[in-house]
């Protein structure tokens, strides 16, 4: 993959390579703005209503259907068509009344499942990094490049500080409250986010810590008995004793 900043324009060639455009027949495609996930690791608006949905025919007609606010993403309008849409996002077809959730795959990196609208309403969101802030809150920093406060009562003894990087927290969408916590541990559920195991998921098994995190290894047990191994960056969990969102 070629470089993917500082241009305003993005050619076709140098795309990442699981967006579902013909290379061969644009030189130019859409580059996604600044948002919630990073170039490689989402797809603009517009190409995901026009080349993975279906939902149009031409660039320009998804960008109609967009400015018309006939699409939402986690429970809101978007009508900017270059808006980046990234793993567990929830997509409504206004017009239809129909639900997409973003998952990973293994052939394509990410893929549309339909779900229920019970569903939509729910998202799993990774810890990435917590930090403390102004009072003795809890600052929960999440996969989607959101922020939640956790107000704690006491700020030396948090007993709501329960917590941990690489957890997944579950929201509601689009006010964003918190439903559960699900840990990363040892017979939790977990999908693979990245790498060359994109899309697989069971059981977690073990976890290897190492220097840092994308050293340290962790062993999931698919559904056939299979073990996977990937790096601890990649691992997201999404369940405990089943993923409390569809995958497939």
Do not use: C
Request: hydrophobic share 40%; proline share 7%; net charge positive.
């Amino acid at each position: 993959m070629g470089k993917l900043g500082g241009s305003k324009h993005l050619r076709s060639l140098v795309a990442p390579e699981f967006w579902p455009i013909p290379v061969k027949e644009r030189f130019w495609t859409v580059k996604p703005s600044p948002g919630p996930h990073p170039i490689e690791a989402s797809i603009p608006l517009a190409i995901l209503i026009r080349d993975m949905m279906r939902y149009a025919t031409t660039l320009r007609e998804a960008r109609k259907i967009i400015a018309k606010g006939l699409i939402e993403v986690d429970g809101r309008v978007r009508r900017n068509y270059k808006y980046p849409v990234g793993l567990f996002d929830v997509i409504r077809l206004v017009p239809v009344n129909k639900y997409y959730r973003v998952v990973p795959d293994n052939t394509f990196f990410m893929k549309l499942v339909e779900i229920s609208p019970e569903e939509a309403r729910l998202k799993p969101l990774r810890i990435e990094n917590k930090t403390t802030v102004k009072g003795g809150h809890i600052q929960l920093n999440l996969s989607d490049g959101s922020n939640i406060i956790v107000r704690v009562s006491d700020p030396r003894n948090p007993a709501e500080d329960v917590y941990d990087t690489l957890g997944t927290v579950i929201v509601e969408i689009p006010g964003r409250r918190i439903v559960d916590y699900i840990p990363l541990r040892e017979g939790n559920y977990a999908v693979i986010s990245g790498g060359s195991n994109v899309g697989k998921h069971g059981k977690v098994v073990s976890i290897v810590k190492g220097m840092k995190r994308y050293r340290s290894i962790i062993t999931l047990k698919g559904a056939d008995g299979s073990l996977i191994q990937t790096s601890l960056d990649y691992a997201y969990v999404i369940g405990r004793d089943n993923p409390v969102v569809k995958l497939g």
